[in-house]
Every structure is written in C-alpha cells, then in structure tokens.
C-alpha cells in the first residue's frame, strides 16, 4: 500500500500537504481546525516582535477570473504580516501543541535588519514549542517599505547573514522561504543553504498589478482611488514556482545534498502536488487554494496524490522526488536530438527502399510503397 508519510528534517509529516503562511493560519481556532482536517503541517501567518507597526488595509485582495467567470486563475493580495501581537501568538503557539502534540506547527517569523530582534523571536517561539521555522524574506509589498520581506530576499548577501543569525539562535530545523521577484532564484537558496538552513520554500508571491479598471482608470485594488503593487498568487503562477523549484533541486543536487525544498505556488490538486515533487519538493504548500476551496480540501488531494501513485506503482514520495528533474536539459541539446532522431528515420527509411524489384514483400508492401514516395 502507497504511503503519503514523510520525514523531511526530522519533522514527522502524515502527508506532504502543508498550510501555507497566510490567511488559512491566522490564529488558534484555523490551525486547530487544519491539523482536525488532517493537514500534513500548518505554517502560521508570519509573526513579529511588534505587531502595532503593523496596519492593513481593506479592499486588499484582487481576483483574476477566467472568460467565463467562473473560476479564480490569479490572486494579487496587499497584505501584510500579522497584526496580532506576538503574546497572543505565544499562548496560542502553547495551546495548539497542547491540543494537537502530533501536529507539526512551524512558525513563520519576519524582522527588521537586527541580530537581537531575530534571536529574540526564535527563542520566543522555540520556548512556545513550534517545531521549526520558517523565514519570511519574501513579502514583495509593504513590508519592504521597512526593509523587510522581500527587501533582504532580494539579495543573497543579507539573505545569508540574516539566515545565519536564525542558524545561530535555533535548534530546530529552519527554511528560508524565498522571493521569486529576483532573476536568480539558484542565488539566494544557495545562500540559505551556506548559511545552515535545513532547507528553502519557494516560491512567495509575485510582485504584481491586478489591471486598471477602465470605467475609473483606477488601478485595482483600489483602496482611497489608489493602490500598491502586491503579490499574485493562484493558479496561474504555478509554472513560475514549478520552474524555480527545478531550479533550486538542481543546485541541491550539485552542491547542497541532503537539502529540502517546500514547494509552492498555484497548489489545488494532488496532481499538482505530484508535479511539484517530481521536480524535487519535499513537502508542498497551499495557500490561496485553502480561500479557495476550504480546510477539508487537503483530503482530496491526498486522494489524487495516493490515485497518481498507486497508477505508477510508487510506494512512497522518495519512489519519485526529483524523478523529472532528469529530463531537463539545453536547448542546443534538443535541437541536437531532434536532429539524430530525424537521421535514425531517413535511415530506417533508406532500410525499407526496394532497390531491384525482387525485393518487393507482400508483408512490407505498403511500407515500401511509402518509402518510394516523397513527404
Ligand atoms: C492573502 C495572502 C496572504 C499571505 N500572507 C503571507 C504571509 O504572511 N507570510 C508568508 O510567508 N507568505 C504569505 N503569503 C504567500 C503564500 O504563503 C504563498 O507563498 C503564495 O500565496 C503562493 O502560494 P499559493 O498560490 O498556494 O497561494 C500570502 C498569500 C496570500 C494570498
């Protein structure tokens, strides 16, 4: 029987399906109904030590449709860490593991450009019990008016050296969850990595605007008649996060053996999930997905996940992490595979040309007929 069980850095997950930081883990009563559900781990929305810097505001999600209107493609939101303060987020943090021992809660943490501020967060949540971290250097809007978020992700030198600040104060596994907004991504997964980090999670939104409404010539989500650029999510970011995902494997394979990848991005279906851990994702996150379809959602997909695996016979996700990855390769090789291939057909071809009439065969007749004729 096919087992969705995984171990990835010591943490025991039930299956690979993990709560993405975000609305679906904003506070005790979610994440208990997440891990009743049967969610694998849930990463809560990203703390910090001062929740009162922190405002959103409303209208702050946008949503792209298909043609038909019926279906969520994209999902730009312009929403920042959480704004509840970090002790209600302790107690909370206690109370979950009180609740749900076996579940794995990993906290996601975020702050400014200060080693003190860093240790102090993880020592706070360690003493509360999660059982590893997350680093949010990621948040493309807001945050990085701060230098936060994305602002650090978007260079691997500060990336590195914050990273190693975690590296220093925790003793649980960490990830750093990177930006897709760089034109690298292979640069600051290998600075995580160089810094200690047990492993990376990619991909967090991508810097976006969701149009402009053409009867206010405003663009969305307008918020006063103006907005910010934000993050895009969904569905329709899922080749993005697919591609930076192999890329990332790639880098682990040459370099960094033994690292993990959290994959995420546009994630609806075990399917999907399938596709991310055949490119070399441990485990996979949803998100926009949980808004989309609910917390009951994660036993579909586990359904889809086994269906897929019982169809190829693998028994468990180690049968297949990475299996793709094999397949990518240069562009000049394919044309040169191409052209081999083309080669390998003229000469079978060449093989099946009668030459004298006495090699005519009632059996190959008609393929030496075609063989006559010009394509
Ligand atoms: C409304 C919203 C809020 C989010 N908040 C956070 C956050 O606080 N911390 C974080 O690391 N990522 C946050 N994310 C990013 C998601 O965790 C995830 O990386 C991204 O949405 C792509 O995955 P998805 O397509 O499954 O949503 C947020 C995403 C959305 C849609």
Same mark, same amino acid.
């Given at each position: ?22 609305? /679906? ?114 948040? /493309? ?79 969305? /989500? ?154």
């Amino acid at each position: 029987m096919a087992t969705l069980e995984t171990v990835v850095d010591g943490l025991k997950l039930p299956n690979p399906f993990v709560i993405g930081s975000g609305p /679906p883990g904003t506070n005790l009563s979610v994440i208990s109904r997440a891990f009743r559900e049967g969610w694998g781990a849930v990463i809560a929305k990203t703390v910090s030590l001062d929740a009162s810097k922190v405002n959103n505001v409303s209208p702050r999600y946008a949503k792209l449709k298909s043609a038909d209107g019926k279906e969520v493609i994209g999902w730009e939101n312009i929403e920042l860490i959480s704004d509840r303060p970090l002790d209600i987020w302790i107690e909370e943090f206690k109370k979950l593991k009180d609740m749900h021992p076996e579940g794995i809660l990993i906290a996601s943490i975020m702050e400014e450009y200060n080693k003190d501020a860093w240790a102090e967060l993880v020592g706070r949540c360690e003493e509360a019990g999660v059982d590893s971290f997350e680093l949010n250097f990621s948040c /493309p809007h807001g945050l990085p008016e701060r230098k936060m978020g994305a602002a650090m992700g978007e260079s691997p030198e500060i990336l590195g050296e914050v990273s190693s600040w975690v590296m220093e104060a925790a003793t649980k596994p960490v990830w750093a969850k990177l930006t897709p907004n760089v034109t690298h991504i292979e640069d600051p997964a290998r600075a995580a990595f160089k810094a200690g980090c047990q492993g990376v999670s990619a991909i967090n939104t991508i810097r976006s605007v969701m149009g402009v409404d053409l009867k206010t010539l405003r663009p969305e /989500p307008t918020v006063e008649g103006f907005t910010t650029p934000g993050g895009y999510s969904s569905r329709a970011v899922k080749p993005i996060a697919l591609r930076m995902v192999m890329e990332i494997a790639k880098v682990i394979e040459k370099e960094y053996p033994g690292k993990t990848i959290s994959g995420i991005g546009g994630v609806e279906t075990g399917f999907d999930a399938a596709e991310f851990i055949l490119l070399g994702s441990d485990t996979v996150q949803v998100c926009t997905g949980v808004m989309k379809f609910g917390y009951a959602h994660v036993q579909k997909m586990c359904e889809e996940l086994l269906s897929f695996m019982e169809e190829h016979k693998f028994e468990t996700l180690a049968d297949f992490k990475g299996h793709s990855l094999q397949y990518f390769t240069t562009h000049a090789d394919l044309v040169e595979r191409r052209k081999a291939r083309k080669e390998a057909e003229a000469e079978a071809k060449a093989k099946k040309m009668v030459k004298a009439d006495g090699e005519w065969s009632g059996d190959d007749f008609v393929k030496q007929s075609d063989a006559l004729a010009r394509n």
